[in-house]
């Protein structure tokens, strides 16, 4: 049938054709700048910044959070454990924007969670030595701030 059109039904068929396609892609942008906006939604909400504005929006009276505070690393070869520890104060900082939001830190605690040990025979007594890895977490209990 294609065939038999005339240069203008052509022209008209084309001009269609990219009207269609320039509205699929003027769609497909909105759509992707909406599911943008939802992924950025959702890591802000899974954030612990994001999780103490939800709790401050939902009117909550207390907000508890654990944070890393540092990582230890052990390791146990031929008699000899070593060990190393890293800290991050990159927990300070969330502390500050959580109190921003309005809350006011009223209690903090630290625990040490083991994640793992190595051990090794002692090299010139009996028994044996025990390296531990793990990470200190700080628990952090917010009061809403009055207003």
């Known amino acids: 049938m294609g065939l038999f059109k005339s240069e203008e039904e052509r022209l008209a068929a084309q001009a269609e ?7 699929r892609q003027v769609a497909q942008a909105e759509q992707d700048k909406k599911d943008a906006a939802a992924r950025a939604f959702a890591a802000r909400a899974a954030s612990p910044v994001g999780r103490a504005e939800l709790a401050h929006e939902a009117g909550h009276r ?4 654990q944070l890393d505070v540092s990582q230890t690393q052990g390791t146990a070869f031929f008699g000899e454990v070593r060990g190393n520890e890293s800290r991050s104060d990159a927990h300070l900082g969330v502390l500050g924007e959580i109190e921003a939001v309005g809350w006011r830190l009223e209690h903090a605690g630290y625990v040490f969670v083991e994640t793992g040990q190595e051990s090794t025979d002692k090299f010139v007594s009996t028994g044996q030595r025990i390296a ?12 809403r701030a009055e207003a």
């Not at 531990?132 to 009061?143: D, E, N, P, S």
């Open 132 to 143: 531990v890895t793990g990470k200190t977490v700080g628990i952090y209990l917010f009061r």
């Open 62 to 65: 207390f907000f508890e959070i």
């Open 17 to 23: 054709r990219e009207r269609v396609e320039a509205a």
